[in-house]
């Protein structure tokens, strides 16, 4: 496999695992991180360091709302028990 190909099928399971984690908005930050180690804001923070490698500056905040799919303020306020 080459090197655009596998970033291509990364990137589309990086979508994917997105979407997964928006249609179980029930679960909770502090669930996943007992069950798997990792929550949405480990995800974000991850996607702020790759950003940062690649050059780009992106924001904590900035990197949550593409990881939460809304501003984490609001997302808090919807979905966190």
Request: proline share 1%; net charge negative.
């Amino acid at each position: 496999m080459d090197h655009t190909t596998r970033t291509e099928i990364e990137a589309a399971t990086f979508r994917r695992l997105l979407e997964h984690l928006d249609s179980r908005k029930d679960v909770q930050n502090i669930d996943l991180m007992n069950l798997a180690g990792f929550c949405r804001n480990c995800l974000s923070n991850w996607y702020r360091a790759a950003a940062e490698d690649a050059g780009v500056t992106l924001a904590d905040a900035e990197a949550r709302e593409i990881v939460y799919g809304m501003p984490y303020a609001e997302w808090k306020q919807h979905h966190q028990r």
